[in-house]
């Protein structure tokens, strides 16, 4: 092929596609062509059938369903109402309570479960205060978590989620123009009627993007209802059935569903409102038409923050004081303190190998990472490629596709006599090779839009001088673009680094043994350990959060308020 037809961004193109078809459509379709095969390699639709019939299988998706739809109205509950005060009105402390709101997503969720337990469980913290105030009685305490635990899980998926779902609406409410709202209130129409009837249907679009988000993670979560012992929902179900995919095609047929399910609701979510596209009549912003408060209204705006962040940081309160207690059964506060579980945590023959794994899968997956986002970014900004809109869905489709589904599929296609096979043998063994790419597939959405940022708000005229002066275009790139859009770059590429360090999914699912696990696999195993094992946990869980909240303050201060941009598809 010809120079003409064939150039770099042509290149790029194709190696993407290549890769994200090997690595994203093809586990899926490995796993959702199982289901569909009887054993004479034939058609049929007996086994996906057998779900729907199964009252395990039913009871399992009824549960995720309503674990997904309680996720998503509890992060609305938290997110909504602080959006809009956060873009609407300007008080004393804005700045600081608004990046207080973060803090669920320093935390893997899954750990926050230890934390939730020792406060709300029937002999925690808050029973112990009731007890003691005498508005309880210590024989039948109060069971907050609910006899299932489904309430449980959808407590700690709330308090996890709503930070993605608030930077969403932000971001929309941010955007508005205010001169509709302004027309509105000149023809005499109330307040909230003019946001019900104006400011939300305008906000929609993006309200919608991240619920839909929201939703899909909430009825597809694996580590909080693991750890609650809540075996009652698909994503659990999948788990247990890993044991039998090599002989037994109900698991297949299952992920498929669950599939399907995640499919129609993201397709549902596009339909009715992502086709919405209301557009202003000006270039101003909901931030230009600030309201600022004082006195009693902006204590009153700031303590709906405060009471948000003290709920939100409930979890995390649980599991540091956990990770210090040496005793702390049927009491408000441990009756002893220790710092041994830190060091105990950085020392345990189990942990210690699994910070080292960790460190590197998420490393060489950052950095793959890394190089893949820069060259899409730069085909989907700097080109005008006719499939560059498609490359860049394409990039951004691991944020709707469920992890369990992925990881599921890894498996499936590396299985014995399966094309992908080599991938299992190659490295010496083990699962490395699938890990690193689980965690670049997953987090390669935070860096191609964290680059595409910088490329956007960098004038193209700089690249153009150098190439008329005769710099070669990769000379360019690394030379002018590279420096110039370095800042976006170290910010995805510090979330991508962070979360691949804490995924939980696809650590739980392909580690199998134990000189393989990641963080996340170990502290999984430790809360099931008798003795102190739940202490290590909690104490690997507070080092975890420690390094996700530099992580996560270095890339809001580069980004921004881009940040909510990393979470949207």
């Known amino acids: ?227 609650f012992d809540y075996h009652r929902v698909t994503s659990v179900q999948i788990f247990d059935g890993i044991k039998e995919m090599g002989g037994n095609p109900l698991p297949y047929a299952l992920v498929t569903v669950m599939v399907g399910f995640s499919a129609l609701f993201f397709l549902i979510s596009k339909y009715a409102f992502g086709r919405q596209n209301y557009a202003g009549s000006g270039r101003a912003s909901m931030a230009a038409s600030m309201v600022k408060l004082t006195g009693w209204r902006g204590f009153w705006a700031a303590s709906g923050f405060i009471t948000v962040i003290l709920i939100a940081v409930m979890p995390h309160a649980g599991v540091f004081l956990t990770a210090c207690a040496g005793d702390w059964n049927r009491t408000m506060l441990p009756k002893s303190l220790t710092l041994d579980h830190y060091q105990d945590a950085l020392s345990h023959s189990l942990t210690v190998p699994s910070i080292q794994n960790s460190l590197q899968y998420a490393g060489i997956a950052t950095v793959l990472a890394c190089v893949l986002g820069v060259a899409i970014s730069w085909v989907c900004v700097r080109t005008r490629l006719a499939g560059r809109h498609l490359l860049d869905a394409l990039t951004m489709l691991p944020l709707a596709v469920p992890g369990i589904v992925l990881a599921f599929g890894y498996l499936a296609m590396t299985r014995d006599g399966q094309p992908f096979h080599w991938l299992i043998t190659m490295g010496g063994g083990g699962p490395m090779v699938l890990l690193i790419i689980a965690y670049c597939i997953r987090r390669l959405p935070y860096v191609v839009r964290s680059a595409s940022a910088g490329l956007q708000q960098t004038s193209v005229s700089l690249e153009e001088a150098a190439q008329n002066l005769g710099c070669p275009p990769g000379k360019t790139i690394l030379k002018i673009t590279l420096p110039l859009i370095a800042g976006s770059l170290i910010a995805g590429s510090l979330l991508a680094f962070s979360f691949s360090m804490l995924e939980v999914s696809d650590s739980m699912i392909i580690a199998q043994q134990r000189e393989h696990y990641p963080i996340t696999k170990t502290i999984y195993e430790l809360i099931g350990n008798l003795g102190n094992g739940e202490a290590l946990a909690a104490a690997l869980g507070v080092w975890a959060m420690i390094f996700l909240t530099i992580t996560l303050v270095g890339a809001s201060l580069i980004l921004g308020k881009k940040l909510g941009a990393l979470f949207r598809v």
Request: charged share 10%; net charge positive.
């Open 1 to 227: 092929m010809s120079r003409r037809y064939f150039n770099p961004q042509h290149f790029v193109f194709l190696l993407t596609a290549v890769f994200m078809a090997c690595f994203l459509i093809w586990p899926v379709w490995a796993t959702v062509k199982e289901a569909f095969l009887d054993p004479k390699g034939g058609f049929t639709m007996a086994f996906v059938k057998m779900i729907f019939a199964n009252p395990i299988y039913q009871e399992g998706l009824w549960n995720s369903f309503k674990m997904a739809v309680g996720t998503t109205i509890g992060s609305m509950i938290l997110a909504l109402p602080l959006a809009v005060l956060a873009t609407r009105f300007d008080f004393r402390g804005k700045v600081i309570l608004t990046s207080l709101l973060l803090v669920p997503l320093i935390l893997p969720p899954f750990v926050g479960v230890i934390g939730v337990k020792q406060i709300l469980g029937q002999d925690g913290a808050l029973n112990a205060l009731l007890i003691r105030l005498g508005f309880m009685g210590a024989v039948h305490p109060m069971d907050w978590l609910g006899s299932g635990r489904l309430t449980g899980v959808i407590i700690m998926n709330s308090l996890h989620l709503y930070p993605i779902l608030y930077l969403n609406i932000t971001a929309a409410l941010s955007n508005l123009d205010p001169a509709l709202d302004e027309a509105a209130e000149n023809l005499g129409c109330p307040p909230w009627r003019r946001f019900r009837r104006v400011t939300l249907p305008l906000a929609m679009p993006g309200i919608f993007a991240g619920a839909s988000i929201v939703f899909i993670w909430g009825f597809t979560e694996l580590g909080v209802p693991l750890t």
